[in-house]
């Protein structure tokens, strides 16, 4: 894969999102935009344990269905879910039907509720993990699977009861929701 492609609308990107309309949509409109909403935080961290094992783009697609299927990841209406909602997730299968991911998306959910109670918000806490000054990476070559901010946040999370966040779950976190900028030097996405 190369490290830049140009775009039939002759934009350098990312060559991570190819040519698929929906990626090359989600790498200009979304992925390292940075974001501060505790909802979308929510979700993102959500989606990204249901991607564990698979490819980002399956996700993706399924994305609307999630939504439908979690309540638009409201924390509280997930943090309510209980048996019987599992069950119905299990039985969708526009979504991935994963026991493990499916309870703890609920389950993180009530951990992000007790998160927002001691720190005011995701917002706040997962922000505070930020690298400070770091420069785009020139090459794929040159992005790590995981940082020490990476895996410190994901001890912390790990340490307060929230599930698949990994330190490379969590590192791929931080670049959709804009913690780090890791769109490749040369891209067109404005730096942040």
Request: include cysteine.
């Amino acid at each position: 894969m190369d490290d830049l492609i140009v775009g039939a609308d002759g934009r350098p990107r990312c060559g991570w999102c190819g040519t698929d309309p929906l990626y090359v949509a989600y790498h200009d409109d979304e992925w390292g935009r940075p974001v501060h909403d505790d909802q979308r935080l929510f979700e993102k961290l959500c989606l990204e344990g249901f991607q564990a094992g698979l490819a980002w783009i399956t996700i993706l697609r399924k994305r609307p269905a999630f939504r439908a299927a979690f309540a638009d990841f409201a924390i509280d209406v997930v943090a309510e879910m209980g048996d019987d909602d599992v069950e119905r997730l299990l039985g969708d299968a526009a979504i991935v039907r994963h026991r493990g991911k499916i309870t703890a998306a609920i389950g993180n959910a009530r951990r992000a509720q007790e998160l927002i109670a001691e720190a005011g918000s995701l917002d706040a806490h997962l922000w505070s993990f930020a690298p400070e000054g770091r420069a785009r990476p020139r090459s794929f070559a040159e992005m790590a699977a995981t940082t020490p901010e990476s895996t410190a946040l994901s001890k912390d999370l790990k340490k307060r009861g929230w599930r698949f966040v990994g330190p490379t779950t969590v590192y791929a976190f931080m670049q959709a929701m804009g913690i780090v900028d890791d769109h490749i030097d040369g891209c067109w996405v404005p730096e942040r």
